[in-house]
């Protein structure tokens, strides 16, 4: 089965600075990559995701990197902004075309004006 | 916009009582998911139900059970509430991941603590 591991539980980013996020995984057979948010008292809102058959991804100041020989995804903000301070989560299928998803134990994000 | 509501947003439980988190969709997703959030630990999977009447062991079953006797309904039950299932548990709902733009939708999520 798929894991995902966030080794950094927490980054610190000073507002206008480029934010970096790490995810690694263990099985190279995947379909797709998800990134996911999360207020405190709210639950994860989807952010942006990746194929199997990409390298990049982008949507507006969201970027997320694959890097496959590495087995190794990052999400990239820029500029980061005070409403990015959240828990992020990157998550994929436990297997190749599963249902479920495995998700990593989160980076907490915090802004620095 | 998916919908997803969990009944309560904080509960306060005994020991050994059995408890009831409910959870109802509103875009008619055939998936539908409990997790458990804890500090370090991510979200684990505890249940998962693709179909009415349907449903799959996730990672943390063990003194946990699950209902779906409708669609948009999801039920997570806690037979005797233990202190170890204090956590914030968080339904969720989706297409079936035939595509990567299949995303999760989350409810809010149910802050329980057990006493």
């Known amino acids: 089965d798929q894991q995902v591991k966030q080794n950094s539980p927490s980054l610190s980013v000073q507002e206008g600075r480029i934010s970096i996020l790490n995810c690694d995984y263990t099985n190279s057979m995947f379909d797709y990559f998800l990134w996911y948010k999360k207020y405190p008292a709210e639950g994860p809102t989807f952010l942006i995701s990746?194929?199997?058959?990409?390298d990049k991804n982008e949507d507006g100041r969201f970027t997320v990197f694959l890097n496959k020989s590495a087995k190794h995804l990052s999400l990239h903000i820029v500029p980061s902004q005070p409403g990015d301070s959240a828990v992020y989560f990157c998550?994929?299928?436990?297997?190749?075309?599963?249902?479920?998803?495995?998700f990593g134990q989160g980076t907490r994000l915090t802004i620095n004006p | 916009d998916v919908k997803v509501t969990q009944s309560s947003r904080y509960l306060v439980k005994r020991t050994g009582e059995k408890v009831f988190l409910e959870c109802v969709q509103d875009?008619?997703?055939?998936?539908m998911f409990w997790y458990r959030q804890d500090p370090g630990l991510g979200l684990r999977l505890i249940y998962f139900s693709y179909d009415v009447k349907m449903k799959e062991k996730g990672d943390i079953p063990e003194g946990y059970s699950v209902s779906r006797e409708k669609k948009e309904r999801f039920s997570l039950i806690l037979e005797s509430a233990s202190t170890n299932q204090t956590s914030m548990y968080l339904c969720?709902?989706?297409?079936?991941?035939?595509?990567?733009?299949?995303?999760?939708?989350f409810g809010n999520g149910t802050r329980l603590t057990v006493t």
């Open positions: 990746i194929s199997s058959i990409k």
């Open positions: 998550a994929g299928p436990v297997f190749q075309g599963a249902q479920k998803l495995v």
């Open positions: 969720a709902s989706s297409l079936p991941q035939r595509r990567y733009n299949s995303p999760l939708h």
């Open positions: 875009m008619d997703h055939e998936n």
